[in-house]
């Protein structure tokens, strides 16, 4: 009797441990980033991006929108060091799967809002550019 309560103390302190750790990374992100900006060749303003709103409030996981694709999967962790997105996709041109920098941002970002559209929830903008690009 006494291991099985040792057991389920362990067990219960183990999942507070682990969900203290996603709360803490979570709450480490930043407040805001700017998406596009310094690119010459965008043609909208860059936009800022509520980070930690999409990152805590909406409880969005890392992976929904940082990846790094390793034989056709997404291998990123939570924790793994973020690189900036253009590091990837070239602001100028789509080179193969991987699209340019505005596509990826626009397919990333209003595909999401589009899909919550589509399902009923409140989502964000999805048409109309100054939405975003203030």
């Known amino acids: 009797?006494?291991?099985?309560?040792?057991?389920?103390?362990?067990?219960?302190?183990?999942?507070s441990l682990v969900a203290g750790i996603d709360i803490l990374v979570a709450t480490d992100a930043p407040e805001e980033i700017t998406l596009g900006d310094g690119f010459d060749i965008m043609m909208k303003p860059a936009v800022t991006f509520p980070?930690?709103?999409?990152?805590?409030?909406?409880?969005?996981?890392?992976?929904?929108?940082?990846?790094?694709?390793?034989?056709g999967k997404n291998v990123f962790k939570e924790g793994d060091p973020v690189q900036k997105c253009s590091a990837c996709h070239d602001p100028?041109?789509?080179?193969?799967n991987v699209k340019r920098l505005t596509?990826?941002?626009?397919?990333?970002?209003?595909?999401?809002h589009e899909e919550l559209e589509k399902a009923g929830k409140n989502a964000g903008?999805?048409?109309?550019c100054d939405d975003c690009h203030k």
């Open 1 to 15: 009797m006494r291991k099985k309560i040792l057991f389920l103390i362990a067990g219960i302190v183990s999942i």
């Open 51 to 71: 980070h930690k709103k999409h990152a805590v409030d909406y409880k969005l996981a890392c992976t929904d929108c940082h990846h790094i694709f390793k034989d």
């Open 92 to 96: 100028a041109e789509s080179k193969g």
């Open 103 to 112: 596509l990826a941002f626009h397919k990333n970002c209003m595909g999401c």
């Open 125 to 128: 903008p999805t048409q109309k």
